[in-house]
C-alpha cells in the first residue's frame, strides 16, 4: 500500500444520509475479476443516465470535481454490502478521503486498506462543512487532525495500527504473516 | 472471572494475540465461506505473492450471486447468458480447483446460497468464528456463532492465515418478549427492530437477540433474525444455542458424530450469556405488538405495518427515497399495486419460508398483473420442497420455480426488476437499483409476499389466513 499522511484538496459535498454501497456501484458491476478501472461505475446509476451519458446536473460530472479527492458525505456513508468495490471505485475515480459524522464498518475496514481515510466528524463540523462546499480542506493522518479553512482544526478518531499502516504504507497481509508461529501455536493448542 | 456474554467467550477463545493499544487482535477463524464476486481479487493476491490457501480444511466456496438460476444456464446445456457472470462463475471454478479449495460447483447437489448451505451442510456451529466476503454473514450467527462480513482484502488475509485483525466490537442485547401473533413471522419481528434502531442504530456493535420470543424461534427464523443485522449496521447478530439449535444440527452431514457430538454439546452448552453479564447497550422489545411489516423506501429502516401509512413528512432524503418509489407522503401501504413477487434470498428462502407460501397459494392463483418468482435458497431446499409438492403449488398458482440462487436479490445474475417496477421481496435490501435499476423494491415476510400476489395489490396476509 502507498503512504499516505496529508490530503488536501476542497471539498465535494453529496449530503445525503445512508449512501449505500449498492449507490456507490451497483451489483452489475461487480463482474469484474480485477481491482482496476471501476472508478466509470462509481455512483453509475445517479452518474449516468438510461442511454449511459453523464447527467450534468450530478455533483461528479460538473467541472468542480475535477481533481478533487475529499468526499464528504451524509451521515452512515458505505452502509449495506460488504463489496470493497465500493472503496476500489472511490479510489479510482481519486479520492483519498471520505468525511461524514458515521461511517459504516465494513466499509470504513475495507477503506483504509486501500488507502481511503474514513474521517468521522462531530455534527457541528458535518454541518459546516456540509454548508461548505468546495472548502479548501486538509486531512492529516499523523496528527488525527482535520484542518478546515480560517485555521480552524479538529481531531478525528483513527485507529492507532490503522493510522500506522497508512502512515508507512504497511500492508496488514505482510503483518499477519509475521505473526505465523503465534497462529500455528494457537493451532497447535487445538482451534475450535 | 465476571459474568460474560456469549460474544465475549466466543471471541476469547479465539484471540491468538488479545488487542492491545496499538494492534487490533489476531482472531482466529475456523470457517470461511467464498464465493464467486468477492473471491478472485483475493486469489490474485495469494498468486501475487507465492501463497497457498493455508487452510483448505476450513474454506469453502459456492457459486450463488452470479449464477443463473434457469435450469438450461445453470446445468450447461445452453451458456451462461451474463457473460461477465459466466467469466466470474469461471474463475471461481479455476481458483478453486488450483488452491484446492473444495467448490459446491454449479452441478452440486449441495450448491445454494452460501448463507444457507452453511447451516444446512452443519459446518456452521455454536462457538464458531465464521466470515465470508458478504455481509450478510450474520445469518450463521443464528447458532451462536460469531460470524460476520468482510471485504476482498480480509478475504485474501483469511486464505493465507487463517486469521484477522480486528478491534473487538460493543455488545447490544436486544431482548424481545411476549409471542408474535399469528400470521406474523420472524421477517416481520426482524424489519420492526431495524425500524426501532435505524440503519445505523447497531454500527461497531455485535448484538446478542434474546428473551422468550426469541428462544420460541425455531432455527430458519433465527436465521432470518440474524441475517439482517447488518441492515441495522451492526457487524454480526447472535442468538445463544440451546436444544433447538443442538436439534437442528444433529445428524446434519458435517457437524460432529458419535462422541465428537457428545463432547461438541458439552462446549455449546457452556455457551450462552452468564446471568448478570453486561452489555453495552440494551433494547428491550415486545413481540406482541410486531405487525405485519413492510418497507415503504430506499433503506430497511424506512418500515411501517402493511395496515400503516407512510409518514407525513421528512427531510431531503426522505423525499428523494419517496420520489424514487413514486410514493407520496402519509399514503397508506396496503391495497398498493405490485408488479413482481420474488420469494428467495438468504433471509427467506428455507424450506419453512416455501411452507408460508403455500400456505397462502394452495388453491388460489397470482394475479394476472403480478411476475412471480419463487427461488429455492439451495439445491436441497429445492429437493426438499419438491418432495413435498411445494413445488406444484407455485406453479399450479402461476409463480416460476426456479434452481437455486441469490437471484433477484441483487440484479447481477440476470434475474432483474425492471425499472419503474414495483416489487415485493422476501430479501433484505431495498436500496435503489438494488434489484435492478430504477426497480422498487418493497421487504416484506412470504406470507405478505404471498398474498400480496394473489390479489395484486399490498396486502396483509392476515386477511387470507382465516
Ligand atoms: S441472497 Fe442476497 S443478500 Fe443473500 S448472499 Fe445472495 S445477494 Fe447477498
Known sequence: MEKVSTITSRSLVMSSTNIDTDQIIPARFLTTTTREGLGKALFADWRYDAEGQPRPDFLLNTPEAVGRTVLVAGRNFGCGSSREHAPWALVDFGFRAVISTEIADIFRSNALKNGLVPVIVDEDTHAWLIAHPGAEVTVDVERCVLSLPGNREVSFPLESFARYCLLNGVDELGFLLSRMPAIEEYERRGAK | ?466
Open chain 2, 1 to 466: 472471572m465476571p459474568a460474560r456474554t456469549l460474544f465475549e467467550k466466543v471471541w476469547a477463545s479465539h484471540e491468538v494475540v488479545a488487542e492491545t493499544a496499538d494492534t487490533p487482535a489476531i482472531l482466529y477463524i475456523d470457517l470461511h465461506l467464498t464465493h464467486e464476486v468477492t473471491s478472485p481479487q483475493a486469489f490474485t493476491v495469494l498468486r501475487e505473492r507465492g501463497l497457498p490457501v493455508r487452510r483448505t480444511d476450513r474454506t469453502l466456496a459456492t457459486l450463488d450471486h452470479s449464477t443463473p438460476t434457469d435450469r438450461a444456464q445453470l446445468f450447461g446445456e445452453v451458456p451462461i447468458r451474463l457473460e461477465s457472470a459466466r467469466h466470474q462463475v469461471e474463475a471461481l471454478e479455476r481458483n478453486a480447483a488450483a488452491f484446492g479449495v473444495e467448490l459446491l460447483g454449479l452441478k452440486s447437489d449441495r450448491r445454494g446460497i452460501v448463507h444457507i448451505i452453511g447451516p444446512e451442510l452443519g459446518v456452521t456451529q455454536p462457538g464458531k468464528t465464521i466470515v465470508c466476503g458478504d455481509s450478510h454473514t450474520s445469518t450463521h450467527g443464528a447458532f451462536g456463532a460469531l460470524a460476520f462480513g468482510i471485504g476482498t482484502t480480509e478475504v485474501g488475509h483469511v486464505m493465507a492465515t487463517q486469521c484477522l485483525l480486528q478491534r473487538k466490537p460493543k455488545t447490544l442485547a436486544v431482548e424481545v418478549d411476549g409471542r408474535l401473533a399469528p400470521g406474523v413471522g420472524a421477517k416481520d419481528l426482524i424489519l420492526a427492530i431495524i425500524g426501532r434502531l435505524g440503519v445505523s442504530g447497531g454500527t461497531g456493535h455485535v448484538i446478542e437477540y434474546r428473551g422468550s420470543a426469541i428462544e420460541a424461534l425455531s432455527m430458519e427464523e433465527r436465521m432470518t433474525v440474524c441475517n439482517m443485522s447488518i441492515e441495522a449496521g451492526a457487524r454480526a447478530g447472535m442468538v445463544a444455542p440451546d436444544q433447538t439449535t443442538f436439534d437442528y444440527l444433529q445428524g446434519r452431514p458435517r457437524a460432529p458424530q458419535g462422541d465428537a457430538w457428545e463432547a461438541a454439546l458439552e462446549n455449546w452448552r457452556a455457551l450462552p450469556s452468564e446471568p448478570g453479564a453486561s452489555f453495552d447497550r440494551v433494547m428491550q422489545m415486545d413481540a406482541s405488538e410486531v405487525l405485519p411489516m413492510i418497507t415503504w423506501g430506499t433503506n430497511p429502516g424506512m418500515v411501517v405495518p402493511v395496515t400503516g401509512t407512510i409518514p407525513a413528512s421528512g427531510d431531503a432524503v426522505f423525499q428523494k427515497s419517496l420520489q424514487y418509489m413514486g410514493f407520496e407522503p402519509g399514503q397508506s401501504m396496503a391495497g398498493k399495486p405490485v408488479d413482481v413477487v420474488f420469494v428467495g434470498s438468504c433471509t427467506n428462502a428455507r424450506l419453512s419460508d416455501l411452507r408460508e407460501v403455500a400456505r397462502v397459494l394452495r388453491g388460489r392463483r397470482v394475479d394476472k398483473s403480478v411476475r412471480m418468482l419463487v427461488v429455492p435458497g439451495s439445491q436441497q431446499v429445492k429437493r426438499e420442497a419438491e418432495a413435498e409438492g411445494l413445488h406444484q403449488v407455485f406453479l399450479d398458482a402461476g409463480a416460476e420455480w426456479r434452481e437455486s440462487g441469490c437471484s433477484m436479490c441483487l440484479g447481477m445474475n440476470g434475474d432483474t426488476v425492471a425499472s419503474g417496477r414495483y416489487s415485493v421481496s422476501t430479501s433484505n435490501r431495498n436500496f435503489e437499483g438494488r434489484q435492478g435499476t430504477g426497480a422498487r423494491t418493497m421487504l416484506a415476510s412470504p406470507l405478505t409476499a404471498a398474498a400480496s400476489a394473489v390479489t395484486g395489490r399490498i396486502t396483509d396476509p392476515r386477511e387470507l389466513l382465516a
